[in-house]
């Protein structure tokens, strides 16, 4: 029996159909044309650097900023990078580094072991000690390029030797309006902000009132005050306190460089000192701060001196020294400083770099005296105890031409509670490490970052993966006011580390400081490869960071 509804379902079926085609080519017609890359990350799991979760998507970078970030599956790019299994992070950026000397006049500026740890952007001009012309240093790393991207502070003992050379007095009304005229042209110039070294010289001979003038002059561009204190040890509460009233009067933020607690007396106070940080974040004071993940420091050899004795400068130290009276008065008191420190010993200083002995490199004080006989040919026979005899072979070193030291003189407890604190960033407090250097320097030049996403996040859990990131990117780039970097979003650069957070490590040691990182697969910065698999690709895209203008 034929279907008297047939012809009723034919219709509608044709009209669906046709329904169907239109849609279709309304679809097709209105489709985004297919975007061109000119590269594209894709398979990666991202972590954006604001703390949020990883999730999966792709990114496209074109023109040395991140273009888009979605499935992209429609869009093309000549070159792919297969992030499968890996992290997509925002490019690491050490807050605290010291490259001053290794700044080419002439040429690229190389960092292996920076780029090799998945830093992207270093801040220079720590601890007080800068370049003197920011401008020129900006011009050559623009002229030249260089693998990273590069900022500074002005470094106030650079900035007072300029004017007052080695004196270790107050500088007159004269000297300090020079001082804050040099500040002024570095800000003008595009520095972050001041940075001091107040247990250096000849900072710790500065007054408040001196830091308190030039913090003022910084405040006027939106400058950051950046801080080694003038005490990480016994006096660090009032050192803290220091820092936090320059902080107010100058109505600023602040910084404190590589914050610890130096002295086995006071070991296990962490929380007692970060009370006092929070307590100033409370009143208004914005206060950061920054660490390594390692319990031993790095500084000279005068950092074991009392302070009297640095009264007139080094030079005029190694002449006090050749004085039997004066050198016996100075060995007492770094005796008996260092055992109101809790020391029983000095085999918590080893050298790192000996500038007139290699042989050296890499012994502790007390071995320099067991091992070499024409060190202890040099000890005084006044000298009747173990700890006497160790504190005159640091005056010899010193009289010699001194060394810089790694000092073993944290603790566990103390370092993973600065970690975990909100405003905690790392910084490697490194130079650059080349493969050709000698001694035996700290192992954070190349393994600040990976330690921390491998010890401390995947093999202990002191921080979440997200948490450890965004204290590595978003943190330090909205505290010193670098724009448009430090997350994973669309405008902002691309710069990018793809990592296994599997496999990523630090292999460096005490004894083998120069050996790579492990797990890091590709570094970009400004969307250019500047590593891939192990190797540099010879590219330097990296430029100057100046600070951005002060927003009202």
């Not at 900023?65 to 690491?92: E, M, N, T, W, Y």
């Not at 000849?202 to 950051?224: H, R, T």
């Not at 055992?339 to 012994?363: H, M, P, V, Y």
Request: aromatic share 8%.
């Amino acid at each position: 029996m034929r279907n008297r509804h047939l012809p009723f379902i034919l219709v509608l079926s044709l009209i669906c159909f046709l329904i169907g085609l239109l849609c279709l080519l309304w679809w097709r017609i209105n489709l985004p044309t297919p975007q061109v890359f000119d590269l594209m990350i894709v398979n990666g799991r991202i972590v954006d650097g604001t703390g949020r979760p990883p999730f999966e998507a792709n990114i496209g970078i074109k023109d040395g900023k991140i273009a888009a970030i979605g499935s992209l599956h429609r869009d093309r790019a000549p070159v792919i990078i297969d992030a499968q299994g890996c992290i997509v992070a925002p490019g690491f950026i050490d807050v605290h580094t010291h490259v001053e000397a290794n700044l080419p006049k002439k040429g690229p500026f190389r960092a292996p072991n920076f780029i090799r740890q998945g830093v992207t952007t270093i801040i220079t001009g720590n601890c007080g000690s800068s370049v003197k012309d920011v401008r020129q240093m900006f011009h050559t790393l623009e002229r030249y390029g260089s693998q990273i991207n590069v900022a500074t502070l002005i470094g106030h003992n650079t900035v007072r030797r300029k004017v007052m050379r080695d004196a270790t007095r107050e500088p007159t009304l004269a000297e300090l309006r020079k001082m804050e005229a040099i500040v002024r042209e570095g800000m003008e110039d595009g520095a972050l902000g001041l940075s001091t070294g107040l247990e250096y010289l000849p900072g710790m001979f500065a007054p408040i009132w001196e830091i308190n003038a030039l913090a003022k002059i910084v405040e006027q561009y939106g400058g950051l005050y950046v801080t080694h204190l003038r005490d990480e040890g016994l006096k660090g509460i009032e050192a803290i306190k220091e820092a936090l009233e320059i902080g107010r009067q100058a109505k600023m933020a602040i910084h404190l460089s590589h914050f610890k607690i130096a002295v086995p007396k006071l070991w296990g106070t962490a929380s007692q000192r970060l009370k006092l940080i929070d307590e100033a974040r409370r009143n208004g004071i914005q206060v950061t701060l920054d660490c390594y993940p390692y319990t031993s420091s790095s500084s000279g050899l005068t950092l074991l001196l009392p302070k009297q004795a640095l009264e007139r400068g080094e030079r005029q130290l190694r002449a006090w020294l050749r004085d039997k009276v004066f050198r016996q008065r100075i060995r007492e008191a770094m005796i008996r400083e260092s055992r109101e420190k809790g020391w029983t010993n000095f085999a918590f200083a080893r050298i790192a770099f000996c500038w007139f002995d290699s042989s050296l490199n890499g012994q502790n004080i007390p071995n320099v005296a067991q091992l070499n006989h024409k060190w202890q040919q040099q000890i005084p026979a006044d000298t009747v105890s173990e700890m006497e005899r160790e504190a005159e072979i640091i005056l010899e070193i010193l009289e010699k031409g001194g060394a810089q030291m790694i000092y073993e003189n944290m603790c566990e407890d103390d370092l993973i509670t600065i970690m975990q604190h909100e405003e905690t960033m790392f910084g490697s407090d490194s130079s650059v490490r080349y493969e050709d250097m000698k001694g035996k320097p700290h192992p954070r030049g190349y393994g600040t970052f990976p330690r921390v996403l491998s010890h401390y996040v995947r093999e202990r859990g002191v921080l979440t993966l997200e948490e450890a990131i965004r204290k590595m990117t978003s943190l330090p780039a909205k505290t010193f006011q670098i724009e448009k970097r430090g997350e994973i979003k669309v405008g902002y650069f691309a710069d990018l580390v793809i990592f296994d957070e599997r496999e990523i490590r630090d292999t460096a040691t005490y004894d083998d400081p120069l050996s790579p990182p492990l797990g890091i697969y590709f570094v970009l910065v400004n969307g250019k490869i500047v590593y891939q698999n192990g190797r540099e690709t010879g590219t330097y895209p990296g430029t100057p960071i100046r600070r951005a203008p002060k927003h009202h």
